[in-house]
């Protein structure tokens, strides 16, 4: 929302440093603020295709949380139950640790850990919060609770509450002001931070631009939604696009009947994802997938506008919050790409041989995710021992995604049959089959 900053300074010609990350998102100024931090004589260059923050770190639904792609009980099974609530409790702190730096640094970005609330709408619906607590405890997270319908709605006035969830461990944020405070942050201790520079390809050793070569002895993918763009990378990633609207400042009566007197962040128990947060201004911002995938892993501008997608969500605030009446007034509405692998988990790595490291994967959970990987890929660029480097998605290579137009074909229709399940789930008030289906595909 609100105008583009004004670029910096392109990369000016070929050159040489000691760490080149490709994507001035939330992963690559992470990274690049880490290593600043602890190696200050390094020198690292950042390289944009636009600005700081172009991407999803600038238009996100500006939820700080916890939240993994893969479930406790997935990790569990791939890596070990101790591996799995390392990785959690790691989660857990990462949220208190962008609040840490955004004090220290300055970074005004409304930061504020006032938890998040899931509410259940339907009885298969308060199936799962029944069920996500009970897992959380027996992993050893009794701070996720199980909320009566009457404690889930003075978190949140929603219609048709009977219960849901509340964990304390998310922060909502101003996305867009985090991500340009990082870049000032970083550019002030002396990393490069080149802006209007596209990557035309990476290897081993070096970055292409229009303007030159970056060569370097480690290279960052730093690129998530946008990965599938740079040549040998068409599968690795699929752009899957996540849409928002965002009311106008609404008066004191209204959030009297929504609630969320702590900022608390909030969704529910449905299959297809919203998820919303009062912001410090006072608007309701909200977002959902539902979005279609584009042919070819395609990004273009022209998709962060659907005008159905827009009025569903509209549609979806007011049975919602009765307060904003059945299509709620939006000012502002935008979109775009997120990150999602094949066998949706999120990863991070240094082939030590070839100088390549990477981190995303974060399938719309990224802001805080993202620093965690920042910290982790610095440790591991700078050889650091630390129990960061030993998380269980250190080095994890997710398969490809299928070609195309398989791939097209299987994310649509799963869209699709995640949408009808939410709706055959309101009719019927059981937990729909083709969902658990769904979610037996992307390992879950």
């Known amino acids: 929302m609100g105008a583009p900053p004004a670029l910096r ?14 994507g001035a998102g939330y992963t690559g100024l992470w990274t690049a603020y880490y290593l600043s931090a602890a190696a200050p ?3 690292v260059a950042v390289l944009e295709q636009s600005y700081a923050g172009f991407g999803a770190s600038g238009r996100n639904g500006g939820w700080c949380s916890a939240l993994l792609p893969s479930s406790l009980p997935t990790l569990a099974r791939r890596h070990g139950r101790a ?3 390392a990785f959690q409790r790691a989660m857990n702190a990462t949220v208190d640790e962008v609040g840490r730096v955004c004090a220290a640094e300055g970074i005004a970005c409304s930061f504020h850990k006032g938890g998040t609330v899931t509410v259940a709408r339907s009885p298969a619906q308060l199936s799962r919060a029944a069920a996500a607590v009970s897992s959380a405890a027996s992993f050893g997270f009794p701070e996720v609770t199980l909320l009566s319908a009457a404690a889930a709605s003075a978190r949140l006035g929603a219609t048709s509450v009977l219960g849901g969830v509340f964990t304390p461990h998310c922060a909502a944020i101003q996305p867009a002001s985090l991500v340009r405070g990082l ?27 229009p303007f030159g070569t970056v060569r370097a002895p480690v290279v960052v993918r730093a690129t998530e939604g946008y990965t599938a763009g740079l040549p040998g990378y068409g599968r690795a990633v699929a752009p899957i696009y996540s849409l928002m609207v965002a009311t106008p400042p609404l008066p004191a009566s209204a959030w009297d009947a929504i609630g969320l007197a702590d900022r608390e962040t909030f969704s529910d128990f449905r299959h297809l994802i919203i998820y919303g947060q009062r912001t410090a201004d006072g608007r309701l911002a909200f977002g959902g997938r539902g979005a279609p995938y584009h042919f070819g892993s395609s990004v273009s501008a022209s998709y962060d506008q659907e005008p159905a997608v827009f009025l569903a969500l509209r549609r979806t605030l007011g049975a919602l919050f009765p307060v904003l009446g059945p299509v709620a007034e939006i000012e502002f509405a935008w979109g775009g790409p997120l990150g999602v692998t094949r066998d949706w988990t999120a990863s991070v790595g240094l082939d030590r041989s070839s100088g390549l490291a990477w981190a995303g994967g974060y399938v719309g959970d990224g802001v805080g995710t993202s620093n965690l990987a920042g910290r982790t890929l610095a440790d591991l660029i700078l050889e650091r021992p630390s129990e960061l480097v030993s998380l ?11 070609p195309e137009p398989l791939r097209w074909l299987g994310i649509n229709t799963a869209l699709r049959a995640t949408a009808s399940a939410d709706a055959a789930e309101s009719r019927t008030g059981r937990a729909s089959r083709r969902a658990a289906v769904i979610d037996r595909l992307i390992g879950h």
């Open 183 to 209: 870049a000032s942050v970083v550019a002030a201790r002396g990393v490069a931070v080149y802006e209007g520079t596209p990557v035309t390809a990476l290897r081993p050793g070096a970055v292409e631009t």
């Open 392 to 402: 269980p998605w250190v080095g994890h290579r997710s398969p490809g995604w299928e």
């Open 83 to 85: 591996a799995a609530v």
């Open 9 to 22: 300074p392109s990369l000016p010609g070929s050159t040489s440093v000691d760490v080149a990350i490709v």
């Open 41 to 43: 004589s390094l020198r």
